[in-house]
């Protein structure tokens, strides 16, 4: 008797346990809902991969840094171009191109530094915002790494050291 007692009041407080929990199961969905949400939240954001606060300034920082070297690539070309017609105009290639020629470099860009060769001529430019350099070379002597001649090859500060 004294057991069968024991497990009457076991069950009994059971029972008003689950008797309370849906009765206030109703009460509880709103707090239980936004629990559930957040640890949902949670579980997506650890399974995906981390995202860092500076990732818009990276970002913005390699745009920048492309967008510089697109602006010596572009100087540059207007470079050969104007370098090709002042030698078809004089005879020969200058290390100092007249305004009428070529009006200088983008904002930014430092340069060009013309180097005149037996067979042609070299030249570099760099840019205030990245430590990559861009060079183009024109006649028979003159190549920088595998570029055509006319084309502009850009490279970084590392290897810009090692050419020279």
Known sequence: MQRSGAVAIVLTALGASLGGVL?????????????????AE????LSGEPESVSDGAVAQRYKARRAAVEAMIAD???????ESTLTVDSGYPRNNIPPHYWTGPSR????????????????TMSN?????????????????????????????????????
């Open 128 to 164: 205030t915002l990245t430590g990559i350099h861009c060079a183009v070379a024109v006649g028979g002597d003159t190549t920088f790494a595998s570029a055509q001649q006319g084309e502009p090859w850009c490279f970084g500060e590392n290897d810009w050291r090692g050419a020279r």
């Open 76 to 82: 540059l070309r207007r470079l050969v171009a104007a």
């Open 108 to 123: 930014g860009n430092v340069g060009p530094f013309i180097t005149l060769t037996r067979n042609g001529w070299w030249a």
């Open 23 to 39: 009765l206030y199961r109703d009460r509880l969905s709103p707090e239980l809902q936004q629990y559930r949400s957040g640890l």
């Open 42 to 45: 949670q579980t997506r954001e």
